[in-house]
Each structure stands twice: as C-alpha cells, then as structure tokens.
C-alpha cells in the first residue's frame, strides 16, 4: 500500500504543478510528454516486471523498482530543461512500472479472490487517497516550495517504502527456471513506442502524410505484428497469449485500456481548465479535483466491500460504463461562463463511474487466471492501463494543442492590430505561462481569448475520451458473472514456482498409497472395492 500510495502520489502532484513548470522552462508543445514519457516507459517495463517477480521472487525486484523511482524523482526535480525533465520521467517511469503490478501481484499471491475485493477497496482508498492529496500537496508545494518538491516530496517516503518493505513484508523464496523473453520485451517497446509517437506528432509536429509519421506507423504495425508471433514460439513468453483465452479477461484488459486513456487524461487536463479558465491557483486546482476523487474513493471502497461480502460484481462494470461517458460529455460543454459547481458535478459523475471500475478490473482479471499465472495477469491488466493511459494522454495533447492554436489564430485575425495579435501568438510559443498569475497579468482581450481557446481544447478533449469510453460500456456488457475463487481453491493451483505435472505426481501417490491401505481386503469387503476404485480414478484423473 506505501507503494501504491508513492506511484499514485507522483502523478496527481505532477498534473497541479505542471503549468508552472511550463511557465518556468518553457515547451507547452512539449506538456503531454511530462506525463507521456512517464507512463510510456511504465507501460513498457510492466510486463517485464512482472515475469522478473514470477521467475526471481517478488520481494527482491519489487524493493529494485522502488529504488529505480526515487532515482528517477531525484533527476527530475533537479531538471533544468524540459527535454532533461522528459527524460529523467521516462527514468521514474521504468521504476513505476514495478511498483503497481508488484503490489497487485503481491497482494494476489497472499490473498484468496473470494477476500481479495475488501483489500482491494482498501488499496483503492489508498489509491484514492493519493488523487485527493496528490493534487493538493502537488499545488501547495508548488506555490510555496517550488515545483521541483512535486519530485523531491518522493523521497522521504520512498525511505519510509524500502524500510518497512524490507523489514515487515515476509514472502516466500521463489526462484523459477526459465529465460527472459528479450525479443519479445523488444518488440513490445518498439511497438507501443512507436504508435505513442503517431498519435503525438501526427497532424502537430508532422504532417500525417508526411515520410516520417508513415515511417514510424509502419514500424508500430511491423513490432505489434511480429509480438504474438514471437510468443507463440518463445518457451517463457513475456506476455503469454493463451490468458487471453479466458472472455473475462480480454474483456477487463480492454476496459482497463479505456480507463486509462480516460484517468490519465482528465487529470492531466483538469487542471489546466481549473488554473486557466477558472482562475485557481495550484493550490486550489487541488482542492477542485475532490469533487472527482471523493466519490471516487467512496465507490471504489463500497463496491470492494460489497463484492467479497456477495461475491457478485457484474453489475459494477456496467453501471462505471455509463457514467464515465455521461461524465465527460458532461464536462465537454464547460466554457468560460461554467460556475465551479457546476463543472464541480460533472467532475462528480465522471469520478462515480471510475470508482466502479478502478479495482474490479484486476479483481476479475486475477480471477480469470491460474495462481502460477498471477503475476501475468496483474502486469498485463496494469500495461493495458498504462498503455491506455500513454494513448489517452498523447492524443488528447494533439487535439488540445491543435484547438488552442487554431483559437488563438482566429482571435489574432479578428484582433487586426499588430500589439494584439503579437501577444495572442506568443501564448502558443514554447515559453508560454499558463499559471494563473501570469495570464492576470495579460492585456484583457489577450487573456480573454486565451481562456475561449483553452475552453475550446477541454470540448475537444473531453469530447475525444467520451466517445472512446462508450466502447467500455458496450464490453461491460459482455462480462460473465464467474464465481470468486475462495482461499482453498486458491492453495490447490499451482504457483509460479511449482511445476503442475509435480500435483500431479503427488496425487498419484496419494491414490497408490490408499490402494496399499485398502489392498488386504477380504471377501465381506468385495462389495465395497468397486466404489474404492472409483475413488482411486478420480484422484488420478
């Protein structure tokens, strides 16, 4: 829980500090890529991760990934350009990568489905926990500290993560046979890389016609392509394509993509609404975010509960469907003139939808899987996330950036004067402010326009991520309601360190040892051995 509380704390403060850090080193052509360089490389290392804890043992290479994000957030908060922060957010982002589908994995080898949804909620109030002060600490810190203690912050506590993490947290050695699949981790990466750049420079920092979009699509097409194709041979494939056999699990997996692209994206364009349109300040965008993460929360824990005590989740799928995309269309008609209650209970539909589905997509994911298949299942519902989350948040930057720069051409044209226009196209220039301060300081038809076009990109945006989140409403549709495993079903799988012809090994010598039991029988018992044997050939079978 720490270290979901430490993943999940440094992307909400990072999205209140974010017009800051424009307004300090420049680059607004370049936001999207603070946070999508960070959940790129996420996406990218979570399947790795997740086999490393399958073959080498949970504990060691979950306290190696926590140690790879504090050196990530160190580099970060000491960037000097935006390019260095980029970059050392892809390095934070390798870490992160291990610390949820290390705790997700954790948690299911410990934990029986059928108990799984109470800790669940419990994760998920965490998790929510963290939205809700994320965003807070992230603005609080940024007015007062500076925005590079939006980094800095997760230091202290990754010291508090490690210690207790090596201290308190007692697992079991497992160490399994096998070879990493670096072909297949290869070509993933180069895959998700490379369809994460289409949708960010097509149309923006390339034409969509142009050599080097058509390029670089040809190449997503050709790794995503050859991907399953190498793991259909590979003895230890990185991401085993028969899990995906099981209709729950594709069907979550899809979900969890689509929650992603909508999570990833609204809290990294919130805030921009909040500080530029609305007026708030970092401080207060935090606290603007609460009508979209309270009932978050509040549903997250309430469905976790009520799912371990019914054992029934179907419905939750289904009902978290809708509401998101009735939220974000919701939001898609904000405008200048929109009060802050009233965006406030639009946030508050979106925020009830995702509470729904926050948790039960990895609760049915795990429960769709074999227990020696765990950390796959964990690390594949997260990279879908991720991935999502890496998607969402890059074409909602192209589609955001393309409306404000149109706006804002459109009012320098309608301005006429040379005065007006030159100060309209300096705010789509890299070293624009988009902190609250400095746009009060602008002229009044200067700001004016920069809040129409700044309400123009959100319609777009949030029109965008609609549309996309009716397809996880339709899939929810199609989920099974499968009963949860109880912890007795779960000890009689075989784990990642045990071979299953060895249960079956053992079972038969259960049976050959109750043949010697029975073998002296006399005549009286002859009636009797026809069911014995019965029994015997159930146990082989």
Do not use: C
């Not at 290390?102 to 109470?118: H, Q, S, T, V």
């Not at 995309?325 to 009060?339: E, H, I, R, S």
């Amino acid at each position: 829980m720490i270290a979901v509380l430490l993943a999940m704390l440094d992307n909400m403060i990072v999205g209140t500090a974010m017009p800051t850090i424009v307004g300090e080193l420049g680059g607004l052509e370049h936001l999207s890529w603070v946070v999508t360089a960070y959940t790129l490389t996420t996406a990218a290392s979570t399947p790795l991760w997740g086999k490393l804890g399958d073959m080498f043992g949970r504990k060691g290479v979950f306290l190696t990934s926590i140690v790879l994000f504090l050196a990530g957030s160190m580099t970060s908060g000491a960037a000097q350009t935006m390019s260095q922060l980029i970059g050392f957010r892809a390095l934070q982002g390798l870490g992160a990568g291990g610390l949820m589908v290390g705790a997700m994995a954790i948690m299911g080898d410990l934990i029986a489905p059928r108990e799984r949804g109470k800790y669940m909620g419990m994760m998920a109030g965490v998790m929510s926990l963290a939205m809700i002060g994320g965003p807070l600490v992230g603005g609080t810190l940024t007015d007062h500290l500076g925005w590079r203690w939006a980094f800095y912050i997760n230091l202290p506590l990754g010291a508090i993560a490690l210690a207790m993490i090596t201290s308190v947290l007692h697992l079991p050695k497992k160490r399994t046979k096998g070879r990493i699949d670096y072909l297949g981790a290869a070509l993933l990466t180069t895959g998700i890389t490379a369809a994460v750049l289409v949708t960010s420079w097509g149309g923006t920092e390339y034409a969509w016609g142009s050599g080097t979009i058509i390029g670089i699509s040809v190449l997503a097409v050709a790794a995503l392509v050859a991907f399953p194709l190498v793991e259909r041979r590979v003895a230890e494939p990185i991401l085993p394509l028969g899990v995906f056999r099981n209709l729950n699990f594709s069907l979550v997996t899809v979900i969890g993509f689509l929650l992603g692209f909508v999570m990833f994206g609204a809290m990294t364009f919130l805030p921009l609404f909040q500080q530029s349109v609305q007026g708030a300040s970092a401080t207060n965008s935090g606290l603007l975010l609460l009508p979209v993460l309270l009932p978050m929360m509040i549903v997250s824990v309430v469905t976790g509960r009520a799912t371990t005590k019914t054992g029934k989740y179907r419905a939750y799928p289904i009902i978290g469907g809708a509401l998101i995309p009735a939220g974000l269309f919701l939001l898609a008609q904000m405008d200048v003139g929109t009060a802050r209650l009233t965006s406030g209970l639009y946030m508050a539909v979106l925020g009830a939808g995702m509470g729904f589905l926050m948790q039960l997509t990895m609760l049915i994911a795990q429960n769709s899987v074999e227990l020696k298949d765990m950390g796959v299942a964990s690390s594949t519902t997260t990279l879908f996330r991720t991935i999502g989350g890496s998607f969402g948040v890059a074409l909602m930057g192209t589609v955001f950036s393309g409306k404000v720069e149109d706006s804002m051409k459109e009012s320098a044209a309608a301005a006429g004067g040379q005065q007006g226009g030159g100060s309209m196209a300096k705010l789509t220039e890299g070293g624009a402010q988009l902190d609250a301060d400095s746009l009060a300081k602008l002229p009044a038809k200067v700001r004016e326009a920069y809040e129409h076009a700044v309400a123009s990109g959100i319609n777009g945006v949030f029109l965008l991520a609609g549309g996309i989140a009716l397809i996880a409403f339709l899939a929810a549709w199609f989920i099974k309601e499968v009963p949860l495993k109880d912890a007795e079903a779960q000890k009689g799988q075989p784990d990642a360190g045990q071979d299953p012809d060895a249960v079956q090994d053992i079972s038969v010598s259960s049976a050959e040892e109750l043949a010697a039991t029975d073998a002296p029988r006399g005549a009286a018992d002859e009636e009797a051995t026809g069911p014995v044997a019965d029994d015997r050939t159930s146990i082989r079978a």
